[in-house]
């Protein structure tokens, strides 16, 4: 696709429970990027992937977070139990290469999460 | 550790003039790249400009220029000949080479309005 592709756009659920939202990043981009960011706030660094694997998941908040990217494109972020502390949008971003600092990140226009 | 520092939460220009928008980092590697981006209403993140820890001459793009001072680890966003689309938040980020580990970091962001 033209851009970084994020669904749903907006997605409502309850306390508890299990919800996916996946990231298709620009076809080529070798680094994918996942980032929540509350109101008012930065984006905040969860996880990104160099291919299939996860090179840095320091910013996962803890156990209920977890991503994958099987084929080293589109990714899933998962959030098990959710908590009302997790609503935020949760931004994607993808880049050609994950060194080279020159490399600037293309986001998605992200996913906003409500936990009621 | 690298950190991202925007003191300005909030700004106001004229249209038509030029504003400054401050940012300072920190961080222990010799070799980093420093990123301005644009978040609208709408949400996206719209890269504005890049500046290279070893570029000796400040980044100019259009009417976005990066007022670089090393010595300092000041990066501010100089944008010139404001226009009332320029109005959004502008996000700061860091990215580091040498320590191996290749995600952004954000500041907190400054809402910029232009006023007509």
């Known amino acids: 696709g033209a851009g970084v592709s994020q669904t749903p756009s907006n997605k409502v659920t309850e306390k508890g429970k299990y919800v996916e939202l996946r990231c298709d990043p620009i076809?080529?981009?070798?680094?994918l990027y996942w980032y929540r960011q509350s109101l008012g706030q930065g984006p905040e660094f969860l996880i990104y992937?160099?291919?299939?694997?996860?090179?840095?998941d320091s910013g996962l908040p803890n156990d209920r977070f977890f991503a994958v990217r099987p084929e080293g494109s589109v990714s899933t972020l998962k959030i098990q139990r959710t908590e009302r502390g997790d609503s935020a949008v949760y931004l994607c971003?993808?880049?050609?290469?994950?060194?080279?600092?020159?490399?600037?990140?293309?986001f998605g226009q992200g996913t906003r999460l409500t936990v009621v | 550790a690298q950190k991202i520092t925007q003191t300005q939460p909030g700004m106001f220009v004229q249209e038509k003039e030029a504003v400054t928008l401050d940012c300072t980092y920190d961080?222990?590697?010799?070799?980093?790249?420093l990123f301005w981006y644009k978040q609208p209403s709408s949400g996206e993140m719209i890269f504005l400009i890049y500046?290279?820890?070893?570029?000796?001459q400040n980044a100019t793009e259009g009417r976005y220029s990066l007022n670089f001072q090393k010595a300092r680890k000041s990066a501010n966003l100089v944008i010139s000949a404001s226009q009332l689309g320029d109005s959004a938040m502008y996000f700061c980020?860091?990215?580091?080479?040498?320590?191996?580990?290749?995600?952004?970091?954000f500041g907190t962001g400054t809402r910029l309005k232009v006023l007509a």
């Open positions: 980020a860091m990215r580091e080479g040498t320590s191996g580990t290749y995600k952004y970091i």
């Open positions: 961080t222990s590697d010799q070799s980093y790249g």
């Open positions: 971003a993808s880049s050609l290469m994950v060194s080279g600092l020159n490399t600037e990140a293309f």
């Open positions: 500046q290279g820890s070893y570029d000796e």
């Open positions: 076809s080529g981009h070798t680094a």
């Open positions: 992937f160099q291919g299939t694997g996860a090179a840095d």
